[in-house]
């Protein structure tokens, strides 16, 4: 997760020639390198593109830029935009990001795979309704609270889109698609199963139907014992789970249903030593049974260590 990015001398230095992120993601040959990035530095099995969950209200014509140190800004949606919102150029403005994929699987060893992605529904709708990251979602919240068929409209939209979006990726070559619902956690929970659980689970029917192959990975990061219920429910083939999420439960409970990804605490990735070791063997150990993708519980920090993500691959990878 966030593979690519600031941790990277490699990556600073592409940024800065760019301009800005988002002009970064619209460039597909800088968008291709970076998803190289870390693939030519490191021993994965992966790669992730390089491009953004808010690519979709972008393709939707909303205004988006990433302030430094701020993060992402967008104008906040009211009432009549998510009347006017329309996905009939929605394929066209995400071209460049299909573009980046077609020229990364030209450039990736085979035996590697390529993830697609796009955000889930609500967590999109969260920076769409408040303009910018909230720490409780309060913007979106509200709206879902005080005008449930206004906002249901707004996730209609977003179903239509990411789906468009996803199978562009597809086709344009990702192995796998992951739908990250990174404020998942913050529903209560009807409103999980509402505005979570069933934007989901069309996402994955439609993208199944077109795409009967291919392999959908969902993150309701958050989402505690409401895991079990997400995997049944969308029909996800694998889960990404957060480094809050107890790995007894993760092997009992969500390994027999899919293949679980997570789920390292991005901060014991930075602080390191023996700690590190320690939580990768912790993780190692209660997966090993079952279907199961190494990866961090959410993404990797600017902060950390390069040398420590060399130690973490290592003993992953049991050299
Ligand atoms: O993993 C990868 O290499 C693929 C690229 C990727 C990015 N964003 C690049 C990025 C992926 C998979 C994402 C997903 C994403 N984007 C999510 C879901 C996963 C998560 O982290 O919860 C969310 C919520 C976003 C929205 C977003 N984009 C935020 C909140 C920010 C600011 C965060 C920050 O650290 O500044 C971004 C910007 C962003 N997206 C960066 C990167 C590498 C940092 C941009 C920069 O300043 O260079």
């Given at each position: 997760?966030?593979?690519?990015?600031?941790?990277?001398?490699?990556?600073?230095?592409?940024?800065?020639?760019?301009?800005?992120?988002?002009?970064?993601?619209?460039?597909?040959?800088?968008?291709?390198?970076?998803?190289?990035?870390?693939?030519?530095?490191?021993?994965?099995?992966?790669?992730?593109?390089?491009?953004?969950?808010?690519?979709?209200?972008?393709?939707?014509?909303?205004?988006l830029s990433f302030v430094a140190g701020e993060g992402p800004k967008l104008d906040p949606i009211d009432a009549g935009a998510i009347a006017g919102l329309d996905v009939s150029r929605v394929a066209e403005r995400l071209a460049p990001v299909f573009e980046t994929i077609g020229r990364v699987d030209d450039l990736l060893a085979d035996e590697l795979s390529l993830i697609g992605f796009c955000g889930a529904p609500w967590t999109v709708a969260t920076y769409m309704v408040a303009g910018h990251g909230t720490s409780d979602q309060g913007p979106a919240r509200l709206m879902a609270a005080r005008e449930p068929e206004l906002f249901q409209v707004l996730i209609d939209r977003l179903v239509e889109a990411s789906v468009i979006s996803l199978l562009g990726q597809i086709r344009a070559g990702a192995d796998v698609v992951q739908i990250f619902d990174s404020w998942a956690g913050i529903l209560n929970d009807d409103d999980f199963d509402r505005w979570s659980i069933a934007p989901t689970r069309r996402i994955v029917e439609a993208v199944r139907k077109e795409a009967h192959a291919i392999r959908i990975i969902g993150f309701p990061k958050g989402a505690g014992l409401r895991l079990e219920r997400y995997v049944r429910q969308t029909g996800v083939d694998g889960v990404g789970i957060d480094w809050t999420v107890p790995l007894d439960f993760a092997r009992d409970r969500l390994q027999p249903l899919a293949a679980v990804q997570g789920n390292l605490d991005p901060l014991v990735l930075v602080a390191g030593g023996a700690g590190l070791d320690r939580a990768i063997d912790a993780i190692l150990e209660a997966m090993r049974g079952g279907r199961f993708i190494f990866n961090l519980g959410h993404g990797i920090v600017p902060e950390t260590p390069i040398a420590h993500v060399e130690r973490l691959i290592a003993r992953v990878q049991g050299d």
């Open positions: 997760m966030r593979q690519a990015g600031r941790y990277l001398p490699e990556y600073r230095s592409l940024r800065a020639e760019a301009g800005s992120f988002l002009d970064l993601c619209l460039d597909p040959v800088r968008a291709a390198e970076i998803t190289l990035q870390p693939v030519r530095r490191f021993d994965l099995d992966a790669a992730i593109v390089f491009s953004d969950i808010l690519m979709v209200p972008y393709a939707f014509g909303r205004n």
